[in-house]
């Protein structure tokens, strides 16, 4: 059976997520912990070893008297996968192993509307991090591509993108994609790929089932995470939280802050040096951010009522002092929380330093082995 296609039942993926989530632990552990015979385990485990998703770690754990038990743990050598996402002005190449290890993250400058020219870029540039990286041989488990956009079909295979990727609206860029690849392509909205990876490199997972991540990119958009998949609606279009937001005002987005600088005589056009370019800027980015805590705090409030979330995330490429601030001028005191919220959400800012899509897009293959 081809990795790629590989479907775990819900017993092997029950050990994986310990895995993932708490790290190696012996058989004996993980049979208590999921509360399951360790004849069941043994055997259970062996296949996984078979297939070669977990390894056994020696010298891992806590020493024992007697035999030691030998941890198991998910394998890095397993594979790697990589992700791809396209900014204003640059495009993002991560590889991650299949433990979630990051390998290789590259930003380069790119501004090509076409998205044959984009998958000509991503295939430069991770055959380049793949003989860098010397993974030339090793098992590539596919490709995934975070776009911004809503979907226009139920595999979420075709988008209505934004304005500057007009050129990739309607088309089946799975289908495209897999044939200037020539690997197997997941296709994510942006934001969805983003929580995927705070949920698994951020560590969501370790601390909340259920997350919200506010992804501030091209528009803003939500990624949902609910009991460790994620939420994409009847149409897959879960977490388009930028229509709530009146046509004619602006919302607060990356693109929105380089436009409001622009708009005040700021000669920015990417996100590229962005620390430097915005020199003697700062006032305009405060009012922004003041601006932007006003318009997103709403969406955290209804986010509460609809999803009672364990944890809101406020990701995004822009730097993580602007996030922050961001998120310590929001006014709990505005929201209408309710009787039934003994305490004010937890809002984190992304740790993940802008790329949380561009993992969660290399995870989208990882994460496809492990769900049903």
Known sequence: MAFSKFRLDEDERRIMNVLRSYGPRSRKDLATKLDMSAAKLTRLSG?????????ESPGVGTVT???????????????????????????????????????????????EPDPKAFAACVTATMHELAIAHRLLGRRLLGVGIGVPGAALSPDGARRWTVDSLAAWRGVDLKALFEAQLGHDVWIENDANAAALAEYYVGGLMRRCSTAVVILLGHGIGAGIIVDGRILRGATASAGEIGSLYPVDQPRPSTLDLLSTLRSEGCAIDSLLDFDTVTLGYEAVVARWVER?????????????????????????????RILTALVER????????????????????STLEGTAATLGAALLPIHATTIG
Do not use: C
């Open 330 to 349: 929001i006014d709990y005191g505005a929201m209408r929380i309710g009787d039934h919220v003994g305490t004010t959400p937890r809002i984190s800012v």
């Open 65 to 111: 008297p007697g035999r030691p038990a030998v941890p198991l743990s998910i394998s890095p050598a397993a594979g790697y996968a990589v992700g791809a996402v396209v900014h204003r002005g640059l495009v993002e190449v991560a590889l991650v192993d299949y433990a979630g290890g990051v390998i290789a993250h590259r930003s380069q400058p790119f501004d």
């Open 292 to 320: 932007a805590a006003r318009q997103i705090a709403p969406i955290i409030n209804w986010g509460l009522a609809w999803i009672d979330p364990g944890e809101f995330v406020i990701s995004s490429p822009l730097p993580n």
């Open 47 to 55: 296949t996984l070893l078979a297939h070669g998703l977990i390894a």
